[in-house]
C-alpha cells in the first residue's frame, strides 16, 4: 500500500493574494486607455489644425480686394486717418451734407462698411458693418499705422468688440478642441462605459454623491487635460503671450476643458446607447461651434444671438481666451474661470445622479 504525499503550495504574501494583476485605478485605466485610442488622438491633434486651416480660407475671403466704404470724422488727426485708408486701397466718403469734422459717428449706414470716429484725445472709435466683419484687421492695421500712438477700438454692428478673423478664430484653437474632446469624444466614451455596466462600477453609488464626482472626474479629466495641451501649445507659439496672459490662458484652458469634459459625460450619461448617437454627437459639436460665439462673431448671427451667447459657456471661454490674448484686464479674464468650473461642478454632480439610477434598474 502505497501513500501518496500530497506538498501543499506556498501560500502566497498577504498583501498579493487578493490583487489582480490587471487592475489598475480608474484614473490610469482611463489615461491608458485614452492614450491608445487613435481617434481620440487624432480629435485632440487635427481640430486646432482644422481651426487654423478655416482661419487662412477665412482670412483670404476677408482680403477680397474689394474697396471698403469708410466714413472718417473728428479732430485734426482724422486727416492722417483718411490719407492712411486711401493708401490701403479703401474708399473714404465724408460723413455728409451739413455734418462737421468734428461730429462723432455712429454705426454705419447703408451702403458704408465701417466709420472713424477720432478725437480730439482718448481712444479712436471704429465702426463696422456686417459687411466688414472679416475686414477688421485690415481696418484696425491703417488706423492705427497713421495713430500710432493712439488706442484704436473696434465695434460691430451690435456694440460689441469686433475680432476681426484671426481674433475671432485663434480663441476657437482652444474652445473647439475642448467642444470635439467633450461629444464625441468624452460622451462617446462615457456611452460605451454605460452600456457595459463600468460607469456605475467608476462612480461606487454607496458612496456621498460629492465622493462619486471626484471619482468619475478623476477617471476622465486628468486625460483630457493632456489631451489639449496641443491646442495650448499653438495658441502660445503663435500668440506668444506675457508671463500674465500666459497664465491666465492656461488657467481657461484647464477651466473650458474640465467644463466640456463634465458635459460631455453628461451627454453620454444621459444618451441612448445605439450606434446612431455617434453622427449626432458629431452634428452637435459642428453646430455648437459655428453658433456658441467660437467660429462665427454675433455680428454675422440673427440679433436674438446676441443675447443668447451671452447664457453660453463656450461664448464665455472664447471671450475670455480673447482677453487674455489682447492683454487686457486680469480680472475680466478671469471670471470665465468661476463660470466655466461651475458648469463644471453642476455637470459633475448631475452625472453622479445618473450613475445611481442606472445602477438602481
Not at 61 to 77: E, I, K, L, M, N
Not at 129 to 145: C, H, I, K
Amino acid at each position: 500500500m502505497s501513500t501518496t504525499r500530497t506538498t501543499p503550495s506556498p501560500a502566497a504574501p498577504a498583501g498579493r493574494r487578493r490583487r489582480c494583476p490587471h487592475r489598475l485605478s480608474p484614473v490610469r485605466a482611463a489615461l491608458r486607455e485614452s492614450l491608445r485610442d487613435k481617434a481620440l488622438l487624432a480629435q485632440a491633434v487635427l481640430t486646432p489644425a482644422l481651426v487654423v486651416a478655416v482661419a487662412v480660407v477665412l482670412g483670404q475671403f476677408g482680403r477680397s480686394g474689394d474697396a471698403q466704404v469708410v466714413q472718417v470724422a473728428g479732430a485734426r488727426p482724422a486727416v492722417a486717418v483718411e490719407r492712411a485708408l486711401t493708401a490701403a486701397g479703401e474708399e473714404v466718403r465724408s460723413p455728409g451734407v451739413g455734418t462737421a469734422r468734428a461730429t462723432a459717428l455712429g454705426a454705419p449706414g447703408p451702403g458704408v462698411d465701417a466709420t472713424v470716429t477720432v478725437p480730439a484725445d482718448g481712444p479712436v472709435l471704429v465702426r463696422v458693418a456686417p459687411s466688414a466683419t472679416w475686414a477688421v484687421g485690415d481696418l484696425l492695421e491703417a488706423v492705427q499705422r497713421a495713430l500710432p500712438s493712439r488706442t484704436v477700438r473696434v465695434l460691430g454692428p451690435d456694440g460689441h468688440a469686433a475680432h476681426g478673423v484671426a481674433g475671432q478664430l485663434q480663441p476657437a484653437v482652444l474652445v473647439l478642441t475642448a467642444v470635439v474632446l467633450a461629444l464625441p469624444g468624452t460622451a462617446g466614451r462615457v456611452r460605451s462605459w454605460r452600456r457595459r455596466g463600468t460607469l456605475a462600477l467608476l462612480a461606487g453609488t454607496t458612496t456621498a454623491r460629492g465622493v462619486r464626482a471626484v471619482r468619475l472626474a478623476g477617471a476622465l479629466l486628468p486625460s483630457r487635460l493632456l489631451l489639449a495641451v496641443p491646442a495650448v501649445v499653438l495658441v502660445v507659439a503663435v500668440n506668444r503671450p506675457g508671463p500674465v496672459p500666459l497664465v491666465v490662458l492656461v488657467l481657461l484652458a484647464a477651466a473650458g476643458t474640465a467644463a466640456g469634459t463634465a458635459v460631455g459625460a453628461l451627454v453620454g450619461g444621459l444618451l441612448r446607447t445605439g450606434r446612431e448617437t455617434g453622427p449626432l454627437l458629431w452634428a452637435l459639436a459642428g453646430l455648437v461651434g459655428l453658433f456658441g460665439g467660437v467660429l462665427l462673431p454675433a455680428a454675422v448671427l440673427p440679433d436674438a444671438a446676441d443675447t443668447v451667447l451671452q447664457f453660453t459657456p463656450t461664448a464665455w471661454f472664447a471671450d475670455g481666451v480673447r482677453t487674455a490674448l489682447a492683454g487686457g484686464p486680469v480680472v475680466p479674464a478671469l471670471l470665465p474661470t468661476a463660470g466655466l468650473l461651475a458648469v463644471a461642478a453642476v455637470a459633475w454632480g448631475a452625472l453622479t445622479g445618473v450613475c445611481a439610477r442606472s445602477a438602481h434598474r
